[in-house]
Antibody, heavy 119, light 110 residues
């Protein structure tokens, strides 16, 4: 079955760039039926949608993060990536990648990776 | 975009029914039938419970149901069980082609 796995540094210094990759296994990222997205959850807080990408490279971002976020896709590696620039302690969170079905249904999630922003 | 509004907490006794409201605006919840609900146990990954307002994915108990009226969507859990104790989040598509979550509701089974 389809699985998603996040990878990347667990510690990032401010104001550097946070970089994470999501590897998709058991299915193709080029499926025409799905988008691929990132969601985060600060410790003890709620979920925040970051953005999503289609296999063609088309992207949409959370307006509150848009100036700092870049999501890209590498169909040859069946991966998509997140870059968040100029991070601060407020960006400390568990970052999830998720498959997004029609209408915005986040139906398959990665296990999540904790990223701490600290000097 | 502003987060959807959910009560911080709700509670109920085993066997009872509870409803969690999710209030948005005419540009998100009220505009589309693209509201979904997620259950998250402590330290676990969120799990899809309801999509497109009222549809249940395969494997989700029929005790979970969803509805919408105007700018407010609702999740109802009937026959409350101890295992239902968790955080619940709603999510909606918006007219900006983005998605927004609610702040989350902690369900306590008394």
């Amino acid at each position: 079955q389809l699985q998603l796995q996040e990878s990347g540094p667990g510690l990032v210094k401010p104001p550097e760039t946070l970089s994470l990759t999501c590897t998709v296994s058991g299915g193709s990222i080029s499926s025409s039926s799905y988008y691929w997205g990132w969601i985060r959850q600060p410790p003890g807080k709620g979920l925040e949608w970051i953005g999503r990408i289609y296999h063609s490279g088309s992207t949409y971002y959370n307006p509150s993060l848009k100036s700092r976020v870049t999501i890209s896709v590498d169909t040859s590696k069946n991966q998509f990536s997140l870059k968040l620039s100029s991070v601060t302690a407020a960006d400390t969170a568990v970052y999830y990648c998720a498959r997004t079905a029609s209408g915005g249904v986040f139906d398959i999630w990665g296990q999540g990776t904790m990223v701490t922003v600290s000097s | 975009q502003s987060a959807l509004t959910q009560p911080a907490s709700v509670s109920g006794s085993p066997g009872q029914s509870i409803t969690i409201a999710c209030t948005g605006t005419s540009t998100d919840v009220g505009a589309y039938n693209y509201v979904s609900w997620y259950q998250q146990h402590p330290g676990k990954v969120p799990k899809l419970m309801i999509y497109d307002v009222s549809n249940r994915p395969s494997g989700v108990s029929s005790r979970f149901s969803g509805s919408k009226s105007g700018n407010t969507a609702s999740l109802t859990i009937s026959g409350l069980q101890a295992e239902d104790e968790a955080d619940y989040y709603c999510s909606s598509y918006t007219f900006s082609s983005t998605w927004v979550f609610g702040g989350g509701t902690k369900l306590t089974v008394l």
